[in-house]
C-alpha cells in the first residue's frame, strides 16, 4: 500500500508540494512538514502551534469533541475510580500499569525521597513574607539542578529514574514550605508512613504545638483531583518543559520552566479565577444579573469555570469530579456556607440553563476543584501549586520520552517577519 500524502499546489507557479501524512493511534492524521522550507522555502503559519503537531507522544489522548481523555489508553474515569495517584504516576512513567510487587517498589522510592535539602530553608528565608507561593515554587525547584547537577545532559535511563523519582517526591514537600512560608509557620517535616496525599495534607495543616489527624475523605479528595490533573497532552507548561529541554538543559530546570508558565491565569490559574469570580457575585440574590451579564456579548464578564478551550462536550474530569466536591463539601459541613452555596447554585444553572447547555457551556475541573481547595482550607493563591503538584509527573514523563525520543531536535519555532525592510545605519547628524 503506497504511502499516503497531502498535495498542494501554488497557484501562482503550478509547482506541487507532497507531504508524507502520518496517522496514530487515535486522532487525525498530519501532515509531515519536515521538508517544506528545505525543498520549497516556505514555513507553515499556526499561531500558539493550534494545529500543530510538535512531536509524537504515548502518553495521553484528548477528544474534545467526545469528552474523551485516556491516559496510556486508560480512560480516566476508570483510573479515577478504580486506581490511585501514586499507582497513576507509575503508568504515565513506564507505560503500563505495575504489578503489586512494582507498585510497592515505586512507592517505597517517592516515600523515601520527600526530604529536601536543609540549606533551603534559608532559601525560603529569602522570600518575602508576601511571596506568591508559585513564585517560591518556580525558584526552588530551579535550585533543585544545584543540588542534583549530575543528572544535567544525561540520557541515561537509570539516571533519568532516579530524577523522576525525586522529583515527584518533593513537589509536595516544596509546596508545603511555600505555604508555611506565606503564613509564618515553622516547615513541617514529611512523614514516610503516609500516602501521598495525606502526607501532603499533614506538611500543610499540621503544626508543631499539637497532634494533626489526617481526615480520609479529605485524603482521598486530594488523591483524586491529582489523578485528574497528572497530564493533558502538549498543553502550554507540558510543552514548555519540553521545549526547554529540548535544549538538553538540567531536568529540574525544564520543570522550573513548567511551573513559570502554569502560573498564568489562562492556564492553571484558572480554578483560582472560579473563586475569585464567585466571590465577585457574592450572593445566591446576584446569580441572574450575573448570568444575564454572562449571555451579553457586549459585556466584559465571564463565567469563570465553564466550558473549556479543548473539549467542546463535557469535560470527563469534571464528570468525575463533581460527586467528589459534594462528598467533600457534605462531609467538611460546608454545604450551607454562603459562598459554596452559591457555587451549587452556580452548578444547577448552568446544568439546566438552554442557553448554557446550546453553548456546551459546562462546569469543567476547575469549577470543581476550586472549590474543593476552598473547602480544604487552602488560600486560592495555592490553588496552582496544588496543580503543579499533579502535573509534575506529566512534565516529568513528557520530558523523559522526549529525550528518548530518535527524532527529537532543539525546539526552534519560525516566524513571519512584518519589520522594517533592510536599510542601512545613519550616523545622528543625518537622521531627520
Not at 82 to 98: Q, R, T
Not at 333 to 346: I, Q, R, S, T, V
Request: glycine share 6%.
Amino acid at each position: 500500500m503506497s504511502e499516503q500524502k497531502l498535495v498542494l499546489s501554488d497557484p501562482a507557479t503550478g509547482k506541487q508540494c507532497e507531504l508524507p501524512v502520518r496517522k496514530g493511534t487515535h486522532g487525525p492524521a498530519v501532515a509531515d512538514i519536515g521538508s517544506l522550507y528545505r525543498e520549497h522555502a516556505m514555513f507553515t503559519y499556526d499561531p500558539g502551534f493550534v494545529s500543530t503537531a510538535s512531536c509524537r507522544s504515548d502518553i495521553t489522548y484528548i477528544d474534545g469533541n467526545q469528552g474523551i481523555l485516556l491516559y496510556r489508553g486508560y480512560p480516566i474515569e476508570q483510573l479515577a475510580e478504580k486506581s490511585n495517584f501514586i499507582e497513576v504516576a507509575y503508568l504515565l512513567l513506564y507505560g503500563e500499569l505495575p504489578t503489586q510487587t512494582q507498585l510497592d517498589t515505586f512507592n517505597h522510592s517517592i516515600r523515601y525521597h520527600t526530604m529536601i535539602h536543609e540549606s533551603l530553608r534559608d532559601f525560603f528565608r529569602g522570600f518575602h513574607y508576601d511571596a506568591h507561593p508559585m513564585a517560591m515554587l518556580t525558584g526552588v525547584v530551579g535550585s533543585l539542578s544545584a543540588f542534583y547537577n549530575a543528572a544535567q545532559d544525561t540520557r541515561n535511563k537509570d539516571d533519568q529514574e532516579i530524577f523522576a523519582h525525586r522529583m515527584i517526591a518533593k513537589i509536595p514537600t516544596i509546596a508545603a514550605c511555600a505555604y508555611k512560608h506565606s503564613i509564618g509557620q515553622p516547615f513541617v517535616y514529611p512523614r514516610n508512613d503516609l500516602d501521598y496525599a495525606s502526607n501532603l495534607l499533614h506538611m500543610l495543616f499540621a503544626v508543631p504545638a499539637e497532634t494533626y489527624e489526617v481526615d480520609p475523605v479529605a485524603a482521598q479528595a486530594l488523591d483524586m483531583l491529582f489523578i485528574l490533573h497528572a497530564d493533558h497532552e502538549q498543553n502550554a507548561s507540558t510543552s514548555t518543559v519540553r521545549l526547554a529541554g529540548s535544549s538538553g538543559t538540567n531536568p529540574y530546570a525544564a520543570i522550573s520552566a513548567g511551573v513559570a508558565c502554569l502560573w498564568g491565569p489562562a492556564h492553571g490559574g484558572a480554578n483560582e479565577a472560579v473563586l475569585n469570580m464567585l466571590e465577585q457575585i457574592g450572593d445566591v440574590k446576584q446569580i441572574p444579573q450575573y448570568i444575564a451579564k454572562a449571555k451579553d456579548k457586549n459585556d466584559a464578564f465571564r463565567l469563570m469555570g465553564f466550558g473549556h478551550r479543548v473539549y467542546k462536550n463535557y469535560d470527563p474530569r469534571a464528570t468525575v469530579i463533581r460527586g467528589m466536591c459534594h462528598k467533600i463539601l457534605q462531609r467538611l459541613g460546608k454545604e450551607n456556607d454562603p459562598l459554596f452555596e452559591l457555587a451549587l447554585e452556580l452548578e444547577q444553572i448552568a446544568l439546566n440553563d438552554e442557553y448554557f447547555k446550546e453553548k456546551k457551556l459546562y462546569p469543567n475541573v476547575d469549577f470543581y476543584s476550586g472549590i474543593i481547595y476552598k473547602a480544604l482550607g487552602l488560600p486560592t493563591n495555592m490553588f496552582t501549586v496544588m496543580f503543579a503538584i499533579a502535573r509534575t509527573v506529566g512534565w516529568v514523563a513528557h520530558w523523559i520520552e522526549m529525550t528518548n525520543d530518535p527524532e527529537q531536535r532543539i525546539g526552534r519555532p519560525r516566524q513571519i517577519y512584518t519589520g522594517a525592510a533592510q536599510r542601512d545605519y545613519l550616523d545622528p547628524a543625518q537622521r531627520d
